[in-house]
């Protein structure tokens, strides 16, 4: 069981980019999903998530109305589609999954597999 997170990069204030998360091993449509942030010295911190029992939602505030969690079944991928990023958005972000729950949270604990993260610098 692996998890990838990709698409970062450097990108001007006001910009956009798509994080994937990709999965073998197992489905990611039958599982919660996690988008999490850590910039340097600050705690990790959960950006949006996506439940396996209805593909509800949910983002944290400091994202809210900017960034878009989404499915590619098709592609076994979760998206992290990020909009009006802001300097304040630099950070690592990584994908979690979480197997046992119905329904998504921010709470590190639930989530059992981790993937390796992706840089994602905002700069002018």
């Known amino acids: 069981v692996q998890l990838q997170a990709s698409g970062g990069g450097l990108v001007q204030p006001g910009g956009s980019l798509r994080l994937s998360c990709s999965a073998s091993?197992?489905?990611?449509?039958?599982?919660?999903v996690g988008w999490f942030r850590q910039a340097p010295g600050k705690k990790r911190e959960g950006v949006a998530c996506i439940s396996s029992y209805d593909s509800s939602t949910e983002y944290g505030d400091s994202v809210k109305g900017r960034f878009t969690i989404s499915r590619g079944n098709a592609e076994n991928t979760v998206y992290l589609q990020m909009d009006s990023l802001k300097p304040e958005d630099t950070a690592v972000y990584s994908c979690?999954?979480?197997?046992?729950?119905?329904?998504?949270?921010?709470?590190?604990?639930?989530?059992?597999?981790w993937g390796v993260g992706t840089q994602v610098t905002v700069s002018s």
């Open positions: 979690a999954a979480d197997v046992l729950r119905d329904f998504c949270s921010f709470y590190l604990y639930e989530y059992e597999y």
């Open positions: 091993g197992f489905a990611l449509d039958r599982v919660s």
